[in-house]
Each structure stands twice: as C-alpha cells, then as structure tokens.
C-alpha cells in the first residue's frame, strides 16, 4: 500500500487478525481515519474474529463467514446422507430380493450368479445364499429397529423411575 489513500481489503484482514507488519500498522490505521467503507470493513473482520475464536476455530487467517459457516456441518451432513441413502439401498435390495424374479434386481442378482457358476461352479449355492439374504437382511434391519425402540423404552423407564425416586 504505497499510496495510503488507496483501498487494501487485504492489509485491512491483516491488521484485523494482527498480522499486519509494524510498519504498515500505521499506514493502514491511518487509511481507516480516513475511509468510512474500510473502517466498516476492518470492523466486521474485527467481530467475525472475535466468533470465530468463540467457537473454538483455530483460524490462524480470516476466512469467508459463509465458509466458516458449512465447514462444521458439512461433514456431519455428508455422513448423515450417506446412511440415509446406504439403509435406502439395503431396503430397495432385500425388497426386490423377496419379491419375485421380474424385478430388475433380482435379474441383477441372478446375473451375478450367473457370473459366479463361472467362476466358482457353485451357482446354486450362490443363487440360493443371494435369494435367502434379502429377507434376512429385512428381518435384520426390522430386529434393529425393534431393539432401538426396546433401548428407548427402557431408557425412559429408568429415567422416570428416577425422577419419581427425586
Ligand atoms: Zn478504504
């Protein structure tokens, strides 16, 4: 910033986060004097700083709020969608395993068994094992959901019990 009149979002981020060199501190403390916009600038930077620490961010440089924003979250969602969408496959897969042999998976799955007789010379037994899979995967996720509803009742139990015991 050679001309102190001009306008250096960039020197005003450093001067906000401290890492400004001692020589261009006065510099560009001298431009917010003058310049309404940047003042309003090296504030907001100022406060976005102060959040941003606040929320345990080692941010060593200012970062967009935006970004600041969705980094946490992002992977959580990510995770979150992922789950979603590998239960939804499980579902569609142990579905079309049950029902009968029209559904585009299970001609999938017999393909694939196909393809296995090949190579191992076991097609029945495959065929067999892929066949009998869907609904135990089915009676595996309904014992899942089962057990997680058994945890919540009896969670509940033992806290009322607890808060009448209070
Ligand atoms: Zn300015």
Redesign the pocket.
Known sequence: MSDPR???PESIFELADGALGPGRVHEVRA??N??P??RELYEKELKLNASLRSMQFAQPRSVCPQVAMTLPTRPLKARLLWAVLALALLLVASLALSLDGTNPMVSAVNALGVFWSLVSGFADVVQAVLVVAGPVLLVALAAGALLDLLLAAALLRTTRRRAREA
């Open positions: 001009r306008c250096d431009h917010l003058d310049c916009g940047c």
